[in-house]
């Protein structure tokens, strides 16, 4: 029986090798592997494709969200509104900061974060909202922006997604080697066209300098290495092609019939499907199927963030979030990569539709 995997990143570089090779090789030669010629390339070239003045390279997705909150000095005190179904670095950046992450539930039928719920949750200390567009999926950001408060997208998982990062004041993002658009290693980056802003948190990932002469902050040593960002400008021009290919896939899922076995993520124009994530109360025996069948599957925030022993000095009970828990507690992912083969999805699709029928059954 042959493996699917959960994502098939080699089948996204290898049309691409040689290239990579060639900027490898470029790298070498140029000899300057922090700061060089591709990193500020990558720089102009992603904020162009974002439709953003500027963005900045960092070293990962939670040092991007970090930096940021830093720049617009939110800090003990301040609380920050944000989805607690969503990946712990959400959470983590508010927190590390000596900031309070105030939780709202999400929307039953987006998995985004509800607008509604985080108007009840802003008080006069709200600092900021911080939305996550969620496995792919843009957040509502016209519901989001007409609070108040600035909106900090963390779009970690939503590279090329339209309209992304340019609703928002600021935007972050990961380059994990899974994500849309990936790094062969750690990679981030804060994009927005507020110059000001972003000029701040250039120099805060430069421990807090211009010119490492004056060091006016305290700031961080956080930027994208050289040859990340020379990769990064190969994958960059592949983007929007992957992300259709994605979308190309999940329409596939909804042909082949798994929209009668089980929920599946509603489709919007602007969804980008990072990840195809379903839902089923029967969930556990779903993924037991798959497993047993050498199909690739996984869980997302089992223990959503506002339950985590870390942060359990906030004081949330168990119930507090209902939409979230309950999510939590039902949802699974299937393959999906741009150019997933055919038979590989109707494979997928087959053994999920034993497993309910069994479930059906017992
Ligand atoms: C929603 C979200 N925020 C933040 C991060 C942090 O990014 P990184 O792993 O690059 O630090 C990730 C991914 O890992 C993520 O999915």
């Not at 042959?2 to 070498?28: C, G, H, N, T, Y």
């Not at 600092?127 to 996550?132: C, E, G, K, L, S």
């Not at 211009?210 to 006016?216: A, E, I, L, M, T």
Request: charged residues 25%.
């Amino acid at each position: 029986m042959q493996q699917i995997p959960l994502v098939d990143v080699k089948a996204q570089w290898s049309p691409v090798r040689a290239e990579l090779e060639a900027r490898f090789a470029d790298v070498l030669d140029g000899g300057q592997f922090v700061r060089g010629p591709h990193y500020y390339a990558f720089e102009q070239e992603a904020a162009a494709h974002l439709g953003v003045k500027g963005s900045i390279g960092v070293a990962n997705g939670t040092d991007a969200l970090v930096l940021v909150l830093d720049a617009l000095e939110i800090g003990p005190g301040d609380e920050v509104v944000c989805p607690a179904f969503t990946f712990y670095a959400t959470a983590e950046s508010i927190a590390r900061r000596g900031a309070t992450p105030v939780f709202a539930d999400v929307d039953p039928v987006t998995l985004n974060v509800d607008p509604e719920d985080v108007a009840a949750k802003i008080t006069d200390r709200t600092r900021a909202i911080m939305p996550v567009h969620l496995f792919g999926r843009p957040a509502q950001m016209d519901a989001l922006t007409a609070l108040g408060p600035d909106v900090i997208e963390d779009a970690a998982q939503a590279f090329g997604a339209p309209g992304i990062a340019r609703q928002g004041r600021i935007s972050t993002f990961s380059f994990y080697p899974t994500k849309n658009l990936f790094a062969l290693g750690d990679g981030g980056l804060v994009a927005s066209s507020d110059e000001a802003l972003l000029e701040r948190v250039r120099m805060l990932s430069f421990h807090g300098s211009r010119d490492k002469v004056d060091f006016d902050f305290v700031g961080y040593n956080s930027r994208l290495d050289e040859l990340q960002a020379a990769f990064l400008r190969v994958f960059l021009t592949k983007i929007d092609e992957w992300n259709e290919g994605r979308r190309v896939a999940a329409a596939r899922y909804a042909e082949l019939g798994l929209g009668d076995l089980v929920e599946l993520p509603q489709d919007e124009p602007g969804h980008i499907y990072h990840l195809f994530v379903c839902r089923s109360p029967e969930r556990d025996a779903i993924r037991k199927a798959l497993l047993d069948a050498k199909i690739g599957t996984a869980t997302y925030y089992v223990t959503p963030l506002h339950l985590q022993p870390s942060l359990r000095f906030l004081g949330y009970e168990p119930g507090s979030l209902p939409e979230t828990e309950r999510v939590a507690g039902e949802n699974f992912s299937v393959p999906l990569w741009p150019g997933m083969p055919v038979e590989a999805q109707e494979r997928v699709v087959d053994v999920v539709r034993s497993a309910v029928g069994v479930a059906a059954n017992a």
